[in-house]
């Protein structure tokens, strides 16, 4: 039989539960390690191209990570030259582009690597005659999404 003592601390320990298990769920699902198909991907059309979403979801130790899939037109721009909070890679897949840098425009092509740090303006032109494709690898530090 449960004296009181004991029954506030089931009760302190049940309400403890299940807050931990709200703030949880509040947070989303955290990602874990998967796989994923490039032809199982959908294809979305914009006025520059296509984009595939890999994923966007919070893991074990970002609040968020985004991987996405761009395909840019030729002669086109992916959105004018901006700036935002977070870090992200850009992985060249094909084709030729410029990118904003620093303040300077460099040409890199196949298998180049670009990455914009927080706060620091950047852009992406494609400036071949064919399609760019690149991987666009963006995160969130914990916090940085409060």
């Known amino acids: 039989m449960l004296n009181r003592r004991d029954f ?3 009760l302190v320990a049940a309400c403890a539960t299940l807050c931990i298990v ?9 990602m874990q390690s998967t796989a994923f198909e490039w032809n199982s ?6 006025d520059v191209g296509s984009v595939r979403q890999f ?3 919070p893991t074990a130790t970002l609040d968020e990570l985004e991987c996405h899939v761009t395909t840019l037109n030729p ?3 992916s959105h004018p030259p901006h700036k935002h909070l977070n870090e992200e890679l850009v992985i060249i897949r094909e084709g030729t582009v410029e990118v904003l840098v620093n303040g300077e425009w460099k ?8 990455f ?3 706060n620091q303006l950047h852009a992406l032109k494609n400036v071949g005659t064919t399609p760019a494709t690149y991987h666009v690898i963006n995160w969130n530090s914990p916090g940085m999404k409060k």
Do not use: C, E, W, Y
Request: hydrophobic fraction near 50%; charged fraction near 10%.
């Open 8 to 10: 506030i601390v089931a």
């Open 22 to 30: 709200a703030a949880a769920r509040s947070q989303g699902v955290v």
């Open 41 to 46: 991907l959908a294809v979305k059309q914009t």
């Open 55 to 57: 994923f966007r979801s």
């Open 75 to 77: 002669g086109l721009q």
């Open 107 to 114: 040409k890199v092509g196949p298998g180049s690597v670009i």
């Open 116 to 118: 914009n740090a927080s």
